[in-house]
Each structure stands twice: as structure tokens, then as C-alpha cells.
């Protein structure tokens, strides 16, 4: 007789918590597999970068998933659930949302729009959203920066705040909301940076000049991950 056990005896003499962590783990690499080709673009820029004309430029000509993190927050908090409440009643004091909360809304709609190119606006805020981010969906490809004077930033929300009628369009508050961009943007840029995965484009000219730009690099990108 051989000194081996049978299958059925070493799955037997395993226990049974042994077991349950590894069908925990094979479905946490079996939800991971499912962003491994996503392409992820962080979009990043102060308030009147110009973001949202880009963006649009960008999904009218690349089949492109797009998702602005505030968008998702305020969509929750319609909802009427007990998360949707929390995070209304974060808002209403002016608390910054979990990011555990942020990451799954995130993660469920990359799922839902079921796209190969996504653009992601207002996220990461901060290192430690990039860091998670990329540990627990995916790495980002790249983040694009929109570069833009402050004094340029203020004259455009000052130009907009005459038709717009936001109440966060006003002198007062668009420094303040400039101030708080470097403060916390910026470093998610250096950190990218460092890992040779940052492009910082002038957005300071006309937008068709920008777009050019920002065309041309995402063409690179979706040829280099083919």
C-alpha cells in the first residue's frame, strides 16, 4: 500500500474554515478578474478646467464609460436608502463621504456601463482613494491633468457664475474651492507622477487646441492596450 492519503481523505481532513477561505478568496480573484482589461483614466483639474467640455469630447469619440464620483454621491442620495441617507446627511455637514462607500458605487458602475475605456471625474480626492482604488478594482492607466492658471480658473467660474446661478459660483468660494484643489489634487497627481503615469496637458488655450491634446493621448493609450 502506498504511504499517500486519497483525495477524499485530505479533503476531508481539511478544515472546515480552511475551506470557506479559500472560496473567499477565489471569488475575490474572480471579481477582480472582471476590471483586469479596464482602462481607467483619472481626470483632474480645478473648478473651470475644463473638464466637462473634454469629457464630452472624449465620449463622443471613443466608446468611453464616464462617471463623476460627486454625480454618484448625489444619485445615491436620492434614493432614499439607508446608505443614500447617510451619505446625504455627509453632505448636508459638509463630511467627506467614506471612501469604502465611494469605491463600491465606483465599482458598480464600471460594472454596469460595461465599457473597455473609462474616464473618472472627481476621484481619487486624495492619495489614500488613488492607493485603494488600485488595490481593490484596478490600476489606472494614467492621470490626466488639466493645467490651468488660478487667475484664469477664477476669471472663467466668475464668467460662468453670471448664467449659471450655482451658489458655489461665487468669488469667495471659488478661491476657496482652488485652494482645496491644490491642497488635495495635487498630491494625487504627484503620486502618479512618480510612477510615470501622469500627463499634464495645458488647458489654458482654446478647447479644440486641448482637445487635440487629450485626443492624441488616449489613442496612444487604447493602442498600447490592445
Do not use: W
Not at 457664475?161 to 478661491?175: F, H, L, M, V
Amino acid at each position: 500500500m502506498g504511504c499517500g492519503h486519497s483525495k477524499k481523505a485530505v479533503e476531508a481532513e481539511q478544515p472546515k474554515d480552511a475551506t470557506e477561505k479559500n472560496t473567499s478568496a477565489d471569488k475575490k480573484a474572480s471579481k477582480k478578474d472582471l476590471f483586469k482589461d479596464k482602462i481607467i483614466i483619472f481626470l483632474i483639474g480645478g473648478p473651470g478646467s475644463g473638464k466637462g467640455t473634454q469629457s464630452e469630447r472624449i465620449i463622443r469619440d471613443f466608446d468611453t464609460g464616464y462617471m463623476s464620483a460627486g454625480d454618484l454621491l448625489r444619485k445615491e442620495s436620492e434614493k432614499g436608502t439607508e446608505t443614500g441617507n447617510f451619505i446625504l446627511e455627509q453632505m448636508k455637514q459638509g463630511a467627506i463621504v467614506p471612501q469604502e462607500i465611494i469605491l463600491k458605487l465606483l465599482k458598480a458602475e464600471i460594472l454596469a456601463q460595461n465599457k473597455k475605456l473609462y474616464l473618472i471625474d472627481g476621484f481619487p480626492r486624495k492619495l489614500d482613494q488613488a492607493e485603494t482604488f488600485e488595490t481593490k478594482i484596478c490600476k489606472a492607466k494614467c492621470a490626466l491633468f488639466l493645467d490651468v492658471p488660478d487667475d484664469v480658473l477664477i476669471s472663467r467660474l466668475i464668467a460662468r457664475s453670471q448664467t449659471s446661478g450655482r451658489a458655489d459660483d461665487n468669488p469667495e468660494t471659488i478661491k476657496k474651492r482652488i485652494t482645496t484643489f491644490h491642497e488635495i489634487s495635487e498630491m494625487v497627481f504627484n503620486h502618479f507622477d512618480a510612477m510615470g503615469r501622469a500627463v499634464k496637458i495645458d488647458g489654458n488655450r482654446d478647447p479644440d487646441t486641448v482637445y487635440d491634446e487629450v485626443k492624441a493621448l488616449i489613442e496612444k493609450i487604447l493602442d498600447e492596450n490592445k
